[in-house]
Every structure is written in structure tokens, then in C-alpha cells.
């Protein structure tokens, strides 16, 4: 009877381990303007960054890049390979197209990571309005985690 109770347990915390192994989330993910210095915001209150995001967004002129900051967590990843991709649909000159973004997702932090991906230059002239967006999460090959904006 103790020895099957022991092979259960193991084969309980082995079939645990194998269900958790490789997760990943996306927990947040904010589109943000950078304006012509590269500031998101004036002043580190989350009330003025909102206001002053909403001031880039009525004057184009004003901005010089899109940034998406993404926090994101993840166990038992292969850390070589985890990588964030952002998807974007956009619209200019009544023409609308779609762009794939990619940036390696390193740790950094205890509990959960921040993984900025940027376009700018050239890139960022071009891309018009931004529409609507996608976050996913990937190791190697597999997606893990996502989230995409409400026009997706």
C-alpha cells in the first residue's frame, strides 16, 4: 500500500510538472507615442502620462515613434529562444496594411518582465494610424501567451 501511494505521488508531481512546463503570459500591453525627444510622458504620474498621450495622439507632429512596453511572464522557458512578437494593422492614405515586429524577451526582474519593442525612423513615417495590434509570446516555435487589442 506505501509503495503504490509513492508511485501515485510521483506520478502526480511528474504529470504537474509536465502540464506547467513551458508557460507563458502576456499581461499587459501599452501603445504608447514617444514625441520628438523620445519622452512618452512629462512627469512620472500615470495621470499625466495618459494626458500627454492623449496630446501625441491629436498632433502627429508631436511624435516621433510607437512604442509598445509589454509585461509578460513565463516558467520554464528555453530563455535562448523566447522571443515577442507585436502585429500591427494600420491605415495611410486610405490604404491599409499590416506589420510584424520582434524582439527577444530577456528576464528582467523577479516576477514578471518588461520587453519594450519600438518603431521608429523611416519605419514609424510610414505607418499612418495604428489600428489595431497583437502580442504574442513565443518559445522557439510555440506560441504562449496573447493579447490583442479590442479590433483585432
Known sequence: MRR????????LML?????????????KVLPQFLDL????ALSPS???RD???????KHPEERSALRFAVQWKGHALDWEKVKL????RCVAKNTQYSRALEAPARRKGWF?????????GDDYAQLGEL????????????MIGEQKSFLW
Open 4 to 11: 503504490r501511494l509513492c508511485l501515485l505521488s510521483a506520478l
Open 15 to 27: 504529470s504537474t510538472s509536465m502540464a506547467f512546463a513551458g508557460d507563458g503570459k502576456i499581461i
Open 37 to 40: 525627444q523620445g519622452r512618452n
Open 46 to 48: 500615470l495621470y499625466e
Open 51 to 57: 494626458a500627454y498621450q492623449a496630446q501625441l495622439a
Open 85 to 88: 512578437r507585436i502585429e500591427i
Open 112 to 120: 514578471s518582465y518588461w520587453t519594450d519593442v519600438v518603431l521608429q
Open 131 to 142: 489600428v489595431a495590434w497583437r502580442a504574442t509570446l513565443w518559445d522557439g516555435g510555440q
